[in-house]
Nanobody, 129 residues
């Protein structure tokens, strides 16, 4: 059982940057596809980004493409989300997740939260206008 713990959320202004981190409890997570999702109040949890186990293959939601960057450091069992040019509509609880059955994200499937087996507890990001 892999445990994931997010950190780095907070209150920022529109246009600011923020970097989220996710720490995995086990080294086995270094072989999994990892992803970020977010959930705004009253909305369903939505895909943000996913990354392959090597870090070389990434996928992004259209809403964050060009502003957010997902990365990982397998030596540290860590996943990151660098968020730039933040907008009020980015306000949400951000979750990291792990897909233990895949090493490379599959287009379409990577955005489906049902494909992920482990989830963190989330970290709140609030962007004021």
């Amino acid at each position: 059982q892999v445990q994931l713990v997010e950190s780095g959320g907070g209150l920022v202004q529109a246009g600011d940057s923020l970097r989220l981190s996710c720490a995995a409890s086990e080294g086995t997570a270094s072989t999994y596809v990892l992803g970020w999702f977010r959930q705004a109040p009253g909305k369903e949890r939505e895909f943000v980004a996913a990354i392959s186990w090597t870090g070389r293959i990434t996928h992004y939601a259209d809403s964050v493409k060009g502003r957010f960057t997902i990365s990982r450091d397998n030596a540290r069992n860590a996943l990151y989300l660098q968020m730039n040019s933040l907008k009020p509509e980015d306000t949400a609880v951000y979750y990291c997740a792990a897909d233990r059955y895949r090493q490379v994200p599959v287009p379409g499937r990577a955005a489906n939260r049902a494909e992920y087996d482990y989830w963190g507890q989330g970290t709140q990001v609030t962007v004021s206008s």
